[in-house]
């Protein structure tokens, strides 16, 4: 059973760091690609960053430069490390997994950057 559960959120100052992490299980291998989304209050759901198998790395315009996809395939890991952080990136960030056409997505963990 695929599993996604993401951590490291929390409450930041503008212009701080946080690390935010997914595990993945039962393998990392299964899927295409990786990558995380992220939803503000009030908002849809937006693309933030993607990783693919090859280590093909995608950003959305608004976060190029300030965050930065991995992933550790021994530990099963993907991460977004998120510096220089504004408030508009304020929202819910969930993890997604792809295998061919099938998505699978984290419950999300909160970010919160205050002015």
């Known amino acids: 059973q695929v599993q996604l559960v993401e951590s490291g959120g929390g409450e930041v100052q503008a212009g701080g760091s946080l690390r935010l992490s997914c595990l993945v299980s039962?393998?990392?291998?299964?899927?295409?690609?990786l990558g995380w989304f992220r939803q503000a209050p009030g908002r849809e759901r937006e693309f933030v960053a993607t990783?693919?198998?090859?280590?093909?790395?995608d950003y959305t315009g608004a976060v190029d430069g300030r965050f930065i996809i991995s992933r550790d395939n021994a530990q099963k890991t993907l991460y977004l490390q998120m510096n220089n952080l504004k408030p508009e990136d304020t929202g819910d960030y969930y993890c997604?997994?792809?295998?061919?056409?099938?998505?699978?997505w984290g419950r999300g963990t909160q970010v919160t950057v205050s002015s």
């Open positions: 997604k997994a792809t295998i061919l056409s099938r998505a699978y």
């Open positions: 039962p393998s990392i291998f299964e899927f295409n690609s």
């Open positions: 990783i693919t198998l090859g280590g093909r790395i």
